[in-house]
């Protein structure tokens, strides 16, 4: 028997919108000047050059064109003169798709914009007065809710996370030749709470055992959670900061509990952002542990002398992906550089590079949307691009989002190349310290 399908909550989304209207989002609304600069700075816009509906400025006016008919006199009186659209169902629905399939709020675009206009936080608040309605794609949100529901977003069970990470400590063991090798599981006072992108224990166990070689090299006290590893926080992308609030305060919480110093972000860009810089408006409180970056760890064991490489076990060229959230949006950039330059003895960069570097096309939770997929293979090829001029035959990125963006892209595009975290490279170089 087939049930009548719900009717979208206008007044909802436009609560919502009424609620996120502060001062610097007002001057948003009114500031794009139509100059078309940020035609030319988005991968969607340059991989579809005859859509103009790609263009970050099209993509801006359908959200703005609702402040004008709820918000302004003449929107108010007379809409079709000011270009201002009534929120119905189906513009709810139109919308929906621009916010969630056609950018992944990477901020390339603001960046290069002639009047400073930040589209990625225009986007994101046009995705949270949806998300009130309900208006998340669905895979989006159930990978939100398995986040929420089981403290991870794959939904691992405890007992086969516990036992693979239980695998990867004797799998070690065996290669070093040294039962002394641990994989600490929820150790109260160690320095360091490490986590993972679950996609780690299910698809990229070799992620894990890098940095655990790593970290036993440089004598590091260290934990992991059995309960809140998940470095990510797909919240970030869905809208919902109560939920995003949630999923944070987890892994803060967490490593309270286990009384560690540091919580240490694995190689995941929107996972640092989020917890970071994010989690503490979210929360609502300044974080009572210190948040830093596998990257930031790794540039201190190699300037310290904790850690030594030899660059010549590195020695195909190799280039660097800098992923959106952790570079341009969260401010780790010379890092892994730094590493790369001592672990590997020909590296080339992108061009452009750093904050001005290409989205790979799999950020904004693209890669948890199958409907938007075609898209986002399509406006993947900009990076696909910028990866072959380099001639590289490796590509390391911090981002296990990219890494699956690129594994496709490479395989789409041709692109022969391998696809490495940074700490990967980092522990095929690492020098293994003579038994004294």
């Known amino acids: 028997m087939n049930q009548k399908k719900k009717n979208i909550d ?40 005859d859509d103009p509906e790609m263009i970050p400025a099209y993509k801006i006016n359908k959200i703005s064109s609702l402040y004008r008919r709820y918000h ?35 901020g390339r675009c603001g960046l290069n914009c002639s009047v400073g206009l930040h589209t990625g936080q225009i986007v994101r608040a046009a995705r949270m007065a ?7 794609p669905e895979s989006l949100q159930a990978t939100v809710d398995n986040a929420l529901r089981t403290g991870n977003n794959m939904a691992i069970a405890e007992k086969d996370f516990v036992d693979t990470i239980k695998w990867l400590e004797e799998d070690l063991q065996l290669e070093l030749g ?48 059995s309960t809140n590893y ?10 919902n900061n109560s939920e ?33 810089w994010e989690a503490a408006n979210w929360i609502g409180e300044k974080l009572s542990v210190k948040i830093v970056s596998i990257l930031e760890l790794l540039a201190v064991y190699i300037k310290s002398g904790r850690i030594k490489l030899d660059p010549s076990k590195n020695q195909e060229r190799t280039t660097l992906h800098d992923p959106c959230n952790l570079v341009r949006n969260g401010g780790v950039i010379e890092e892994q550089r730094y590493i790369l330059k001592h672990a590997v003895t020909d590296f080339v960069e992108m061009t452009p590079n750093r904050t001005q570097n290409y989205c790979c096309g799999g950020g904004g939770g693209m890669l948890s949307m199958g409907k938007y997929s075609e898209q986002r293979k399509k406006s993947g090829k900009i990076k696909a691009d910028q990866i072959k001029a380099t001639g590289a035959k490796v590509v390391a990125t911090p981002c296990h989002n990219c890494i699956d963006q690129l594994t496709e892209l490479n395989l789409i595009y041709k692109l022969n190349v391998k696809i490495k975290t940074v700490s990967e490279i980092v522990a095929d170089a690492i020098i293994m310290p003579t038994a004294k």
């Open 230 to 239: 998940d470095v990510t926080n797909y919240a970030l992308f869905s809208g």
């Open 178 to 225: 040294n039962n002394t090798v641990k994989f600490p599981i929820s150790h109260k006072d160690s320095n360091i709470l490490y986590t993972l992108n679950p996609r780690e224990p299910k698809f990229f166990p070799l992620s894990i055992s890098a940095v655990g070689k790593i970290f036993h090299i440089a004598k590091e006290s260290w934990t992991l959670s």
């Open 72 to 106: 302004t006199v003449l929107g108010k009186l007379v809409p079709f003169w000011t270009g201002s659209n009534t929120l119905t169902e189906e513009y709810a629905k139109k919308l929906m798709d621009i916010v969630f399939g056609r950018c992944t709020m990477c």
């Open 10 to 49: 206008i007044k909802a989304i436009l609560d919502r919108m009424d609620q996120l209207l502060d001062g610097k989002m007002e001057v948003y609304m009114n500031a794009c000047v139509r100059c078309g600069l940020c035609a030319d700075t988005c991968h969607y816009a340059l991989a579809n050059p």
């Open 130 to 136: 949806l998300a009130e309605a309900g208006l998340v």
């Open 244 to 276: 995003a609030r949630n999923i944070a305060h987890g892994l803060i919480e967490q490593a309270k509990k286990l009384n560690v110093n540091k919580l240490v972000m694995a190689e995941c860009g929107h996972g640092f952002r989020s917890t970071r």
